[in-house]
């Protein structure tokens, strides 16, 4: 009995310690032994073959602990490289970390593994920095995906050498090891090119930025800019190899050319003049695909690939507007003269042209997905951002496909409540979406699945006007990301993954990160049961016994209702939420209006899915009592990519209505519009319809898209309302020639 209690114990403390080691990313395996190692000041950092990585080390301690470790020969911190020939990326950044009565060793085939083991163990030691006492036990680690990245637009804004330096140390703590850097867009041209000097005389500069929502369309009058020198940029590289992060540069082409024209507007296919652009979206004008063009851009990239030793360049190739090469006679000729089929045609003999160059250089390219419009260039990597799609259509033809979909990868989205948040683009990516990602499609076989070579963050910054708000946006979200990457997340374990990142938030006060507390806010999912009963089921990180609420639109206090469980919602009316600790409000106010009518909690059948990344609560979003928040459109909203909103509610038995109320979005800069015609049309069993009202596209327009549609009254068992998609994007807008999205939220019928 003895024996067994002992072995009892021995697990509960092994369980105890494990669950104090708050690794991000969670290593691929853990042991923990029983003892601790008292980390001393005597203790010699020993480096064989991986000094650069020993004065890391040192340094970090030194700024962490405030110990200053000497590094010698020998040591009981020992880095040591086990050399093998040839190792493969993922044994490249492999690692063994041991810690037990002989001290701490990190061993791997490469100083890349060493550095990937010294991350964790600057963790482990930041977490026990009160005592310095270090669990015994081993790792050994290694990565799911070679491509782990992150992206950072320094066009809309701009951000300092040592700015620029600091995300990267943000990424080294997280085991990233891309850093992808967007370095030219229509609203400014960020890098010397000594060759071509007004790219950043003039390119660089714009007079004015468009300020507050998209849609008010302001601008102040202020010049704003900035540029890095080649000598700024080769600092910033040479600052990344130090931390084995991989630099890919963005020279977007043939679109997002509106600041290198206002330098040069003899490479557009009008004579201008051209300003660098105040407004965010996408401009229309273009690079015409002339020799003089040609030749600009094979000379700017022969300045800028001896900057970046890595072997990839980023060439954009997104969001390029055709109506100019539509307008243009030199390229309605060109297409002639090489018998394309049309603009798209254009876009892939631009892109393949510029990759042969690349090629010849030993280069290689990424680009967006855009890059398969017309046909993919023959050794290109695809960036699929848009959806899934483009990255599956790239595996299924054996290219590479990085993964960074908008719906869970775009760090410049809301990650909590729009009410509470600093404004942002729009799109709901919180920290838990972000976790769940997987970045290999379904629709992937297990060989196909090979070409997936990782996943990467982005943040652009058209909201982001300083480097405090740059740290708020990425943190924790890169946190789960690098997980999702690394290859140990858990959708099944979120909140064991939730308490780590609230543990690591002590790291970040002592680094003076700023970072979002969303985290803490209390979440509210509302789901509708078969028995059209509408619930509302509230969360937080901490224990949800400390959410107080109200039911009647009044501001919770320590003394509002405790929840318990899970709220039946009967009535139109408001619930009120927030987190208390010891008395006090910890979190923002969450509310959340409910507005019944008679189709809500009714069965609802759709004729088309949404698309799987706007799907959140499936068809009953639409019947569930809550409208979609027009500040962020990827919660409460169902998202239909190219496709028709068609849907019957069955209202059980004869009802009695004469109004239908909905909301639908014009985002036009997100590919978002207004539909074409909402027709409704009633039914007594179901099957057999009859029309009673159709809305015109001129009537949506001038609603604005808040609809509100009066009609004869009715009596029946079903309506039936089919909203129409804009169809495609036309020449001229961001996402031309794609199909447009149609965002609807709830369908209210009285």
């Not at 369309?217 to 040479?238: A, L, N, R, S």
């Amino acid at each position: 009995m003895k024996k067994v209690l002992f072995s009892v114990a021995v697990l509960f403390l092994s369980s105890q310690i494990m669950a104090q080691n708050q690794f991000i990313p969670k290593p691929k395996e853990v042991k923990i032994n029983d003892g601790f190692l008292q980390l001393s000041n005597d203790f010699v950092i020993q480096s064989i073959d991986s000094n650069s990585e020993a004065d890391y080390l040192k340094n970090q301690l030194k700024i962490s602990i405030g110990k200053d470790f000497k590094i010698g020969k020998s040591g009981k911190i020992r880095l040591a490289v086990l050399r093998i020939k040839e190792p493969t990326d993922k044994m490249a950044e492999s690692y063994s970390l041991n810690i037990d009565k002989n001290g701490i060793s990190i061993t791997a085939f490469t100083n890349v593994g060493v550095f990937r083991g010294v991350q964790t163990l600057l963790q482990l030691i930041e977490e026990h920095q009160s005592d310095l006492k270090l669990p015994y036990l081993e790792i050994s680690d290694s990565p799911k995906f070679a491509y782990r990245g992150m992206h950072l637009d320094v066009c809309r804004h701009f951000f300092t050498v040592e700015e620029v330096k600091k995300y990267l140390d943000y990424l080294a703590m997280y085991k990233y090891n891309k850093f992808h850097w967007h370095l030219t867009d229509d609203q400014g041209w960020r890098i010397e090119i000594k060759k071509y000097p007004k790219l950043t005389s003039v390119g660089a500069w714009r007079n004015g930025s468009q300020v507050g929502a998209y849609s008010d369309m302001k601008f102040d009058d202020k010049k704003y800019g900035g540029f890095y020198t080649q000598e700024q940029i080769k600092d910033v590289v040479k600052y990344a190899e130090k931390l084995h992060i991989d630099v890919i540069p963005e020279i977007e082409m043939p679109g997002h050319a509106q600041a290198a024209l206002a330098a040069y507007p003899e490479l557009g296919c009008t004579k201008g003049p051209f300003e660098v652009w105040k407004q965010w979206g996408v401009s229309e004008e273009i690079y015409c695909p002339k020799e003089e063009t040609f030749k600009f851009l094979e000379d700017v990239l022969d300045e800028v690939m001896p900057l970046f030793p890595y072997r990839y360049i980023h060439i954009g190739g997104d969001e390029a507007p055709k109506i100019r090469w539509k307008q243009s006679e030199f390229c309605q000729g060109l297409i002639k003269k090489l018998n394309l089929k049309d603009e798209m045609g254009l876009q892939s003999y631009f892109i393949t042209r510029m990759e042969k160059y690349i090629n010849s250089k030993g280069k290689q390219i990424i680009g967006w997905d855009e890059i398969l419009e017309g046909g993919l260039a023959p050794n290109a990597t695809v960036m699929s951002w848009t959806g899934v799609q483009g990255g599956i259509h790239a595996a299924k033809t054996g290219h590479q496909a990085i993964m960074t979909p908008t719906s869970t990868n775009y760090f410049d989205y809301y990650q909590g409540s729009p009410d509470t948040e600093p404004i942002a683009i729009g799109g709901d990516v919180t920290l838990k979406k972000v976790y769940d990602y997987s970045p290999i499609p379904s629709e992937l076989s297990e060989q196909e699945s090979e070409f997936i070579w990782g996943t990467q963050g982005n943040l652009w910054t058209e909201y982001i006007l300083d480097f405090k708000h740059v740290e708020y946006m990425i943190f924790p979200r890169m946190m789960a990301l690098s997980e999702v990457a690394w290859g140990t997340s858990n959708p099944a374990e979120y909140k064991e993954f939730e308490n780590r990142v609230i543990q690591h938030f002590n790291i970040l006060d002592k680094k003076r990160i700023n970072y979002s507390k969303a985290i803490f806010e209390v979440t509210g999912s509302v789901s509708v049961s078969s028995h059209g009963k509408v619930f509302y089921d509230l969360t937080s990180a901490n224990d949800p016994k400390n959410i107080r609420y109200t039911t009647d639109g009044t501001e919770p206090t320590n003394a509002s209702n405790v929840y318990k469980d899970i709220l039946e919602i009967y009535k139109t009316g408001t619930v009120k939420s927030a987190y208390f600790e010891n008395g006090q409000r910890l979190s923002s106010v969450t509310t959340q209006d409910f507005n019944f009518s008679k189709s809500t909690g009714k069965f609802i059948e759709l004729e088309n899915p949404p698309a799987e990344a706007y799907s959140t609560g499936g068809k009953n979003t639409l019947v569930d009592g809550v409208l979609g928040n027009t500040k962020n459109y990827g919660k409460n909203w169902l998202g239909f990519n190219g496709t028709d909103l068609v849907a019957i509610i069955d209202f059980d038995d004869v009802a009695e209505f004469s109004n239908l109320k909905f909301n639908t979005l014009d985002r036009q800069g997100s590919w978002i519009y207004l539909p074409k015609s909402v027709t409704i049309s009633v039914s007594d069993n179901g099957k057999s319809f009859t029309e009673i009202k159709k809305v015109s596209q001129d009537d949506i327009i001038k609603s604005k898209g808040i609809m509100d549609i009066s009609f004869p009254k009715q009596k029946k068992t079903y309506i039936k309302i089919a909203i129409q998609n804009y169809g495609v994007i036309p020449d001229g807008q961001a996402g031309a020639g794609n199909p447009a999205w149609l965002f609807v939220d709830e369908l209210s019928v009285n």
